[in-house]
């Protein structure tokens, strides 16, 4: 888990077109009735350096921004529910 200084308001996945575990947690966040944005990094290059800031310069998805400013990257949805009830 890393913090940044800039926390969204809103749960936010960070995700490409073409990510399978993307598209998995996005439907398991929606079956479990998680709000949360999703922003494509390859359309957003803001996203793309969050991202790479977190992930020790790689852009790898899914990556996970709470509204407390932590950030996991393929995570489960367990985790994701345990850092939701953290914040």
């Known amino acids: 888990m890393t913090a940044s200084s800039k926390a969204p308001d809103t749960l936010t996945m960070y995700s490409t077109s ?31 350096e969050f991202v790479m800031s977190v992930n020790g310069g790689n852009q790898t998805v899914p990556t996970v921004h709470f509204p407390n400013g932590a950030a996991l990257t393929n995570p489960t949805l367990a985790e994701v529910r345990a850092e ?3 914040v």
Do not use: H, M, N, S
Request: aromatic content about 8%; hydrophobic content about 50%; some cysteine.
């Open 18 to 48: 073409w990510c399978g575990y993307c598209a998995r947690l996005k439907a398991q966040l929606e079956r479990d009735g998680i709000t949360f944005v999703v922003v494509d990094i390859e359309q957003t290059p803001a996203a793309a």
């Open 84 to 86: 939701l009830a953290a």
